[in-house]
Nanobody, 124 residues
């Protein structure tokens, strides 16, 4: 059974940093491109970072960086200089493709699996 479990969210002050984790089970994460996206109430889903099977990364936000740990079968999202508008639920997901492609960050992009999300709240 494929499962993605995010962790690492919480309350952080503006300007702070967080590192989110996504642990995978039931499949080998390194075989597929993995994505982080976020969703805030009343706002469109926003693709943040993608890492391909080969390890190429692409980010829509320069303050965020995606990485992967083969041994842990996990992906991470390092978020720096957090702002109030970064408050949202953050998810990892995969469309079971090897490459990110050109449409991974679109709101309508369909994923085969996603986690339950981890909440990030940026507040002073």
């Amino acid at each position: 059974q494929v499962q993605l479990v995010e962790s690492g969210g919480g309350l952080v002050q503006p300007g702070g940093s967080l590192r989110l984790s996504c642990a995978a089970s039931g499949f080998t994460l390194e075989d597929y491109a993995m994505v982080w996206f976020r969703q805030a109430p009343g706002r469109a889903r926003e693709g943040l970072s993608c890492i391909s099977r080969r390890g190429d990364t692409v980010n829509t936000n320069p303050r965020f960086t995606i990485s992967r740990d083969y041994a842990a079968n996990a992906v991470y999202l390092q978020m720096n200089n957090l702002k109030l508008e970064d408050s949202a639920a953050y998810y990892c997901a995969t469309a079971l493709r090897s490459r990110c492609g050109s449409t991974w960050s679109r709101e309508t992009y369909e994923y085969d699996y996603r986690g339950q999300g981890t909440q990030v709240t940026v507040s002073s």
